[in-house]
C-alpha cells in the first residue's frame, strides 16, 4: 500500500465588487433583485451564485417561463476583486394545454380538478403547479401524488400536466358492546365516509341503543357547495327514552319517633 501526501492550496481570496444582470430582463430588474444573494463587499462564494441561480429561475418560472436559464459570471479585476453578471436567458414563456389525472378509481376527476390552482391555458406557474399537487394530498383521499411535466410535440411554448394520486380509505367503521349497572347492555356503531362514492361530500351515520335509550344521527357536508369553495352541512339526531326503564326508585325508611 503507497500512501502519498498531499497538499491543499486555498489561493486567493476574492472580494465581491459589483454584482448586476443583463439577458434579457422580462420581469422589472427591481423584483429580480430582490432574489440577489451575491452582494458588493461580500467574500466571493460559488454556493451563494448558484444558489441565487436557483431563486432567479424559479422567479421566472413563476411567470410561465419554465424553460428559463440563468449564469452566473465572474469577472475577476485588480487588486482581488470580482465582478458578478446575472445572465438571464427566460426562453419562450410556456402555457398549460392541458391537465389530466391518473390513479383516481374512485374519486370523480371533478373532485381533484377543483384544487388546481394552476389553470389550463394559463402561463405555467412552477409555484402553482407545486401547490396544486400539495392540495391533492391534503384532500386525504390519496396516499400520494405526483405530477409530471411533458412538452408538447411539435410546439415550443405549451406543457401538459399529469396528476397521478394512489387511492386509500377514506373512511371509517366502528363498533362497540358495553354493560353497565344502571343501563344495562349497550350497543352502538357508526360509519363515516369522507369522499362518499367519490364525491368529496361527507357521509356520516351512527347508532346506539341500552335497555333505555335509543339514538341515532346523521350528519352531511359538502366541502364545494359553492365554486369558491363555501361548505355546506346539516347533521340531524334521534333520541328516544324509555323512562318507565330509567327512573329507579329508592326505598326510605323514617325512624318512629317516641310518643309523649
Given amino acids: 500500500m503507497c500512501i502519498r501526501d498531499s497538499n491543499v492550496t486555498?489561493?486567493?481570496?476574492?472580494t465581491v465588487s459589483e454584482v448586476g444582470l443583463s439577458g434579457d430582463l422580462v420581469l422589472p430588474e427591481d423584483d429580480l433583485r430582490r432574489f440577489l444573494l451575491v452582494q458588493p463587499g461580500q467574500v466571493y462564494?460559488?454556493?451563494?451564485?448558484?444558489?441565487?441561480e436557483e431563486y432567479l429561475t424559479r422567479r421566472l418560472g413563476n411567470e410561465g417561463y419554465n424553460f428559463a436559464t440563468v449564469t452566473g459570471?465572474?469577472?475577476v479585476e485588480e487588486g482581488s476583486n470580482v465582478k458578478i453578471k446575472f445572465f438571464v436567458d427566460?426562453?419562450?414563456?410556456?402555457?398549460?394545454?392541458r391537465i389530466s389525472f391518473e390513479g383516481n378509481a374512485r374519486t370523480a376527476d371533478e373532485v381533484l380538478r377543483r384544487e388546481m390552482r394552476q389553470m389550463e391555458a394559463a402561463p405555467a406557474s412552477a409555484d402553482k403547479i407545486e401547490l396544486s399537487?400539495?392540495?391533492?394530498?391534503?384532500?386525504?383521499?390519496?396516499?400520494?401524488?405526483?405530477?409530471?411535466?411533458?412538452?408538447?410535440?411539435?410546439?415550443?411554448?405549451q406543457i401538459d400536466l399529469t396528476y397521478t394520486v394512489e387511492e386509500q380509505s377514506?373512511?371509517?367503521?366502528?363498533?362497540?358492546?358495553?354493560f353497565s349497572q344502571d343501563s344495562g347492555l349497550l350497543l352502538s356503531a357508526n360509519i363515516q365516509q369522507n369522499n362518499f362514492l367519490g364525491t368529496g361530500k361527507q357521509v356520516g351515520f351512527g347508532v346506539s341503543r341500552s335497555d333505555f335509550l335509543q339514538s341515532a344521527s346523521f350528519n352531511y357536508v359538502d366541502p364545494y357547495f359553492t365554486e369558491d369553495g363555501?361548505?355546506?352541512?346539516?347533521?340531524?339526531?334521534?333520541?328516544?327514552t324509555d323512562y318507565e326503564e330509567a327512573v329507579s326508585y329508592t326505598h326510605l325508611t323514617l325512624p318512629t319517633s317516641d310518643l309523649v
Avoid: H
Fill in 133 to 157: 399537487r400539495i392540495r391533492l394530498e391534503r384532500l386525504g383521499y390519496f396516499k400520494g401524488a405526483q405530477v409530471e411535466t411533458n412538452e408538447v410535440p411539435g410546439t415550443d411554448d
Fill in 45 to 52: 462564494s460559488q454556493t451563494l451564485i448558484t444558489t441565487t
Fill in 170 to 178: 377514506s373512511g371509517s367503521l366502528g363498533a362497540s358492546v358495553g
Fill in 73 to 75: 459570471i465572474p469577472e
Fill in 90 to 97: 427566460p426562453g419562450k414563456r410556456t402555457y398549460v394545454r
Fill in 230 to 240: 363555501v361548505s355546506r352541512g346539516f347533521s340531524v339526531f334521534y333520541r328516544a
Fill in 10 to 14: 486555498e489561493g486567493e481570496k476574492f
